[in-house]
């Protein structure tokens, strides 16, 4: 089992930046393909980016050139990097951890964009 914990949600106003964190468990991590996935109220859970384990990121169109997703390998983290927020940004952010044909998500971490 491995266990995934998001932080660094949070308000922010619209063209404002936050940084998510995403923690997984396991001695394995370098070989986790890692995403960030998003769900606003009353719409399906969207992937917003994910990143292989040799480094390799895809990202939803409508995210290009404002987000970024890494990875540090010591640290069994995975970050995205969120600048010029929008207000269709809004929704709670999960993290996925896939190893193998298995998947674990994280609890999600709340971002609000809003003046």
């Known amino acids: 089992q491995v266990q995934v914990v998001e932080s660094g949600g949070g308000l922010v106003q619209p063209g404002g930046s936050l940084r998510l964190s995403c923690a997984a468990s396991?001695?394995?991590?370098?070989?986790?393909?890692m995403g960030w996935y998003r769900q606003a109220p009353g719409t399906q859970r969207e992937l917003v980016a994910m990143?292989?384990?040799?480094?390799?990121?895809n990202y939803v169109a409508s995210v290009k050139g404002r987000f970024t997703i890494s990875r540090d390998n010591a640290e069994n983290t995975v970050y995205l990097q969120m600048n010029s927020l929008k207000p269709e940004d809004t929704a709670v952010y999960y993290c996925?951890?896939?190893?193998?044909?298995?998947?674990?998500w994280g609890q999600g971490t709340q971002v609000t964009v809003s003046s």
């Open positions: 990143i292989t384990a040799i480094g390799g990121t």
């Open positions: 396991g001695s394995t991590f370098n070989a986790y393909i």
């Open positions: 996925n951890a896939r190893y193998g044909t298995r998947g674990f």
